[in-house]
C-alpha cells in the first residue's frame, strides 16, 4: 500500500476485510440459512487488483489488515474451544461455526470476508453479541492466569493448629483443586452470555404480550437488574375495583443463562425453565 512517501506492505492472506457475526437460529427444516451460501458473491474478495490495493491509504489497509488477524484469531480460539467442549454438539463448515445452545436453538458464529477496498461494511449479526465476544476475548488476552512469584512476609501468629493446614480439619488435594479457580473457555462465556440475551428478551416478549392481551389485572415492570448472566425483573399487577394495596400484587422474574423463574412476595418459586407459555401460565395463574 503507498501514499506519498509512506510505504505499508501487507500480506497476502490479510488484503481482504472481515467481519465476525453471532446470531441465535432456530434449528428447523425450514431455516436452509444455517450455513454460508457458495455462490460467486462470497469469493469476491479473492479476487485481488494490486493497482487498486496500492491506492489506498495505509492507515486503512493497516486497520482492515488489523481486523482481519483479529477475527481469524476469534474463530480459530472458537473452533479450538469447540473440539474440546464436551456435552456440547458443534459443527464447523465453510467458516461457519454452530453450536447447540438449548432446545432447539442454535449458536452460529460466522467468519465473513469481502474485498479489500473502501466503503462502510453492514454490521451483521447481533450488535450486542457481537462487542460481547470482542470484550471477552479482549479480557482474556489481558489476563494474567500465573501469578508472578513474590517473596511475602507472614506475621506470628498464635492461633491453634486446627486453623493451620497441617491440622485435622485440613484441605485435602482433592479439595484444593476444587476450589480453584479454572479458566473457561471462551466459547464457554460466549454460551452463558448468549443464553442469558436469549432469556431475558423471552422473558420481555411474554410480557408484553401479557400486557397487550389482558386489560384486568393491568401490569407493570421495570428492570431490577441486568447484567450479563442474570437479570431480575420486577411485575406489579393491579386488579381493578380494589383497594389499592388488597389489589396489588408484586412478583419477580429471575433470569439466568439456564432458566427463567417466577418468584412471588412471600418467596414461592415457580419454575418457568425455558419455556414461555409456561411463563405466561403462571403470570396468568
Not at 432456530?26 to 460467486?40: G, I, P, W
Not at 493451620?164 to 466459547?187: C, M, N, V
Not at 418468584?263 to 415457580?270: A, L, V, Y
Request: charged share 25%; net charge neutral; glycine share 2%.
Amino acid at each position: 500500500v503507498r501514499n506519498a512517501v509512506l510505504w505499508v506492505s501487507v500480506p497476502r492472506d490479510l488484503t481482504r476485510r472481515s467481519t465476525l457475526a453471532v446470531t441465535i437460529v432456530k434449528d428447523d427444516y425450514t431455516n436452509r440459512d444455517l450455513f454460508a451460501s457458495l455462490d460467486d458473491h462470497q469469493f469476491e474478495y479473492m479476487k485481488v487488483d494490486s493497482s487498486k490495493i496500492e491506492s489506498i491509504h495505509w492507515a486503512d489497509a493497516l486497520k482492515w489488515a488489523q481486523e482481519t488477524l483479529i477475527c481469524k484469531d476469534i474463530f480459530n480460539t472458537l473452533c479450538s474451544d469447540a473440539v474440546q467442549l464436551r456435552n456440547r454438539l458443534s459443527t464447523v463448515r465453510d467458516g461457519v461455526l454452530l453450536v447447540r445452545l438449548y432446545n432447539e436453538y442454535l449458536l452460529r458464529v460466522e467468519l465473513k470476508y469481502h474485498p479489500f477496498k473502501e466503503g462502510e461494511l453492514a454490521e451483521e449479526g447481533c450488535p450486542y453479541l457481537n462487542r460481547s465476544l470482542r470484550e471477552m476475548m479482549v479480557a482474556q488476552e489481558c489476563t494474567r492466569w500465573v501469578r508472578p512469584q513474590t517473596f511475602v512476609s507472614l506475621p506470628l501468629t498464635t492461633l491453634s493448629e486446627a486453623l493451620d493446614a497441617r491440622g485435622p480439619r485440613a484441605f485435602t488435594a482433592r479439595e484444593i483443586e476444587s476450589r480453584a479457580y479454572k479458566p473457561q473457555f471462551l466459547l464457554e462465556k460466549l454460551i452463558t452470555v448468549a443464553s442469558h440475551y436469549s432469556l431475558v428478551k423471552m422473558a420481555r416478549e411474554t410480557l408484553e404480550e401479557f400486557m397487550s392481551a389482558t386489560r384486568d389485572p393491568q401490569m407493570h415492570w421495570r428492570w431490577l437488574r441486568c447484567s450479563p448472566i442474570s437479570s431480575q425483573f420486577m411485575v406489579i399487577m393491579t386488579n381493578r375495583n380494589f383497594d389499592y394495596v388488597v389489589g396489588k400484587v408484586t412478583y419477580y422474574i429471575r433470569v439466568t443463562a439456564d432458566a427463567i423463574s417466577l418468584i412471588s412476595k412471600d418467596g414461592h418459586n415457580m419454575d418457568c425453565y425455558r419455556d414461555p407459555h409456561q411463563l405466561m401460565y403462571a403470570l396468568k395463574y
